[in-house]
């Protein structure tokens, strides 16, 4: 045990980043406020308060390592047996920790922001770092008066502490809540920067150009953190999937669609000096997002898996939700005047339109996960009933409006700025046209042949017209994707072979004219990029309707046929270090002649700390074609028969390679010119410059590369017992159906549906339907009967009437209420654009000298950048 | 690397505790003084030019891509034209204000080139 005491003085130490932070506050509302020289004094209030934060982390990753287990968080979150990188991992691993790294990542950003401040933006300056400032004095505060990572036990200190939950006890847990939270977190640069220019009034391009960077790594790292929480909860969780839209997953997805919205939007903003009323409420709408999100994930209010981070924090954000609303929307009052655009939409064919177009998708999809999100909190207070919204909801309706963001993705790049005649665009689609329908008609014919036919067997979640729809929608889906995704690709490649064709006539060969289009474009094909990543991705999720499942009882020696494979079991083998025990069993893959072409091991893990939660490792074989995912259920230590699920899963490969692709185009995007290095360096020749999109490029290569060599071949933990202790079976589409509506109701399997969860109370209840469904019970009967039985909650997906229908209608109809509005607007920018253009700009006559300068000067411009 | 990962996390909290300690220091000096007052005139002025010339890029940035898409066959020569006129325009009118911005520190400029000259003059 240290001689010093370490909680005291980490309690002091919180103490007095609130104090520096506040005086930093005041110091810097005092430079905005008419006292200029005050601006230094913030300046260096910021780097005081960020040094003490870190002093806070070093602090606490110092008891972590001592194992001070006088300090609560350090013993329910670690033990003595614990390796030192997930001593380290623990930091995060737990609420308090969480939001103490919150605060830490929040003041990396504020010291760097601060640092790439200095000489630029004075004005906007002081409100910068007194946002930053306000957002950190929040954490502070949450942590002293609820949730502080220092409290002590009040009675005896424990010898030994708990250790950290099993399912965190991941390489990807290490990586994956850092990547979240930077991503989280970074979006606080950007909205300083927005709420610095509506409290100066300095609206036009100066706070979007100095956002933009920022907003552009903080959106990379969310893309990062999402794209790893699929990895840790495809190989974690082990329930097969990758995406089950739990309420804290959908926490992070909701800032990610309304930022990416954004990213579009603004592009706008820079180009025409439009919008921006709508940049603003979107920006803010990001940042809001992202502690609704926050909140989401600690409150616990809302039924999760991620259940190891409840509490009672959520008042707290709950008011300073409220007070950032309110704060935000009397700000854009104010400042509505000088939110008026410079410009409007001159046709609706422009690509400016498109992007509002994908706006609308965007925030259609935001609109969707927000309700179904909090609808079971609604229902609960508007009617008194619990419900539960499950992944087949979301999967149903997500299907169509990820398609039209996809078709989007491929328009978008065909149409010109500011007005496309309907000729140049027709001519500009029929390639891609063209290969979308050659690919539509290559799949009809031959998918099937080949594993991949165009249409699925249609489910329905409801049994109205609605799920009739909806059921065929996501029937035709895969053709539809396959050929939309050929579509986009055809539509960027198309793109880049313009390009360089218009290149090449200036005498350039191919080779060069590609590598010039991209260096000096690099914003827009990066973004091309990263639509191809997003394709990628597409055709990963594509091949989720072509999952093939079966589980088996095997003894030693005896094989089990799945799709093309037959995989055989071996032996099962015991391994053991400080921290578990594992209990292993070896399988070989055989080719058709019986032969061994792979070897995979799923297993059984038992920690020490935590030996009622035996976590169930599954073991993946991953292709380009297909993951062949191997689960073990059980295994008998007297006969040693095993029990094994093994689900073939097309394509998901194409899902962390598309990742991979979209972060190497956001990178490239926001790489930076040679035009703005020397700037930099002209600004202050002889001290150290801070470049932002190098520290984040640096980063992110090495994320990318991280990802890109481990790949997902390993053997992961599974979630825990609870979750994923037995085993399923379906045995036929009526089954899978029924099962995939009915909730679990054993009171440890939260949210998951009897067409997953192993449970023992889950396999007693398939038999008792199973029986059921052999008697002629109508399916539609045995739903009802079951609703009756356990509520409303015990249903996976609400039912199609009353207040239910909400759910689905809301969405709908602010999508179509939204939609007639941009058309009926563009059609009024439409008519007032023209009417700005017959007037168009004049030029002083004093200005037409500057003609041959101009000429001069764009010139250079091409050759510089 | 467990026996010096503790030690390490306490090196870097003294030297972040020290740093901090400075800063805040410095700050209050800061504060207290209104040293920095002329830096911050300074920079006010080098603000609004740099603002200018982030306008400048951001018009040549247009005009190259209107250009390009116009090769590229997305915009009509008619629509080509009205637009190109249009930023060229709007890029001739931030080229004067540049040099309008510029007019203010000419005789700062002139009145040191002229020091310099005097002053390389005599040493010679």
Known sequence: MPAFDIPFFGTLILCLILVSASYTMAMAMGAGSGRPHLLPSARWGTYATCAFVLVAVCVLAYAFQVHDFRIRYVARYSDRSMPWWYLIASLWGGQDGSLLWWAFLLSGYTFFATRWLRGRHTELQPWILATLMSILIFFIVLMLFSANPFATYIRTTPGDGEGLNPLLQNYWMAIHPPSLYMGFVGWSVPFAILIAALVTGRLGNEWVRAARLWAMIAWTFLSLGLLLGCLWSYEELGWGGYWAWDPVENASFLPWLVGTAYLHSVLIQERRHMMRVWNVFLLALTFVMTIFGTFLTRSGLIASVHSFARSDIGQYFVWYLGFLIIGIALLMIWRLPKLKADNEIESLVSREFAFLLNNWVLLGMMVFVLIATTFPLLSEWLRGEEVTVGPGFYNKWMVPLGLILLFLAGLGPLVAWRKATGSNLLRAMMFPLGVGVAVAVLQFLFGARLGFPPIVEPTEIYDTATGTILAWTAAVAPGVSFATCSFVLASVGQEFVRGVRVRMRKGEGAFTALVHLVSKGRRRYGGYIVHVGVVFMFIGFTGAAYDVERESALRPGETMAIGSHTIRYDQPRMEADPNKRMIFTDMTLLDDDGKPKGEVAPAKFIYRTHPQMPTTEVAIRSRPAEDVYVIMSTVDPSTRRGTFRVIIRPLVAWIWFGGIVLLLGAILSMWPTARELVREREAAPRSFRFSPATAVVGLAIVVATMLALVGVASAQTDGSSSLHAGSVVINDPVERQLFGRLLCQCGDCERLPLDTCACGWADDKRSEIRESLAAGVDPTKIQESYRAEFGAKALAIPSDKGLDRALWAVPIASMVLAVGLIIMLGRRWQRRGEELQTAATATAPGELRYDSRLDEELERYEEDT | ?124
Not at chain 2, 1 to 19: E, I, N, Q, T
Not at chain 2, 88 to 113: K, M, N, P, Y
């Open chain 2, 1 to 124: 690397m467990s026996d010096v990962l503790p030690w390490m996390f306490l090196v870097v909290a003294g030297a972040a505790m020290l740093g901090g300690l400075g800063s805040l220091w410095l700050s209050l000096s800061l504060g207290l003084s209104d040293h920095a007052l002329g830096d911050v005139r300074a920079q006010l002025t080098s603000d609004a030019r740099r603002a200018l010339l982030a306008e400048k890029d951001a018009l040549f940035q247009e005009l190259g891509d209107v250009a390009f898409e116009h090769d590229a066959g997305k915009l009509s020569d008619q629509d080509f034209n009205e637009l190109n006129e249009k930023l060229r325009a709007q890029a001739r009118h931030v080229l004067h204000e540049l040099d309008e911005s510029a007019e203010a520190f000419r005789g700062e400029a002139e009145a040191l080139i002229a020091k310099r000259l005097e002053d390389s003059g005599e040493n010679a």
